[in-house]
């Protein structure tokens, strides 16, 4: 069974706010994904990790940042947040490189 | 750069009926993965397909794996409302710089009419 877990699940914030989504897994997994998707669209790979205090950027450009201090735990932040960023986040976390992925719930963030 | 192809983006069927979904992708690759996606949810894993000639089978799912084609189909056989939700092929996009990183098609919007 997986077990990752993202917080919050819905979020309206003001423009130039900062926000940390949330990430955390209980699998043990080394690999963690950070993917941004838009209503009724692909995603796209924004971050990932593939162990604590390594992380990459994804395919697609974002002026968000992650950290991974702890294993299981990659939070996504966004220092002054903007309409532009409005979309769903999804965190995903594999046992081996191009292993199956798991995937929380999302985050859906609105920027107002 | 690794391309992934789902065609058709978007399907609507009545019950009862059969139809495939098909996804392409352009570079080599040994691995495929099917996921669903429920309006507003998170995306659940259907089929992990490791090989050349693949098949595996879930209810009225069946997904097969291509590797000399790059091409792998979801096959619906007689589909019900319940299976009405985003099909999403994803493929590791091997040694061209990609890092082994999974790469999502743009997902194939199927709606089943009763």
């Known amino acids: 069974e997986a077990d990752i877990y993202q917080t919050p699940r819905y979020l309206v914030i003001g423009t130039g706010k900062k926000i940390t989504l949330e990430c955390s897994q209980t699998m043990g997994h080394d690999k963690m994904y950070w993917y941004q998707q838009d209503p009724g669209m692909e995603l796209h790979l924004i971050h990932y990790?593939?162990?604590?205090?390594?992380?990459e950027k994804g395919d697609l450009s974002s002026e968000s940042t992650v950290s991974r201090i702890r294993t299981e735990h990659f939070p996504l932040t966004l220092e002054s947040a903007r309409p532009s960023h409005t979309s769903q986040y999804l965190c995903a976390s594999s046992e081996l490189v191009g292993g199956e992925a798991f995937f929380g719930q999302g985050t859906r963030l609105t920027v107002v | 750069e690794l391309k992934v192809e789902q065609n058709p983006l978007f399907l609507s069927m009545q019950e009862g009926k059969n139809y495939t979904i098909y996804c392409n992708y352009s570079?080599?690759?040994?691995?495929l993965y099917w996921y669903r996606q429920d309006p507003g949810k998170s995306l659940e894993s259907l089929f992990v397909l490791l090989s050349n000639g693949a098949v595996k089978q879930e209810g009225r799912l069946m997904a097969s794996l291509d590797t000399k084609a790059r091409l792998s189909t979801l096959h619906i056989t007689a589909a019900v409302h319940d299976l009405s939700a985003t099909y999403f092929c994803?493929?590791?996009?091997?040694?061209?710089?990609?890092?082994?990183?999974?790469?999502f098609g743009a997902g194939t919007i199927l709606r089943v009419k009763s």
């Open positions: 570079t080599t690759s040994d691995r």
């Open positions: 994803a493929v590791i996009g091997g040694f061209e710089g990609y890092g082994n990183k999974l790469v």
């Open positions: 990790s593939y162990g604590v205090n390594s992380t």
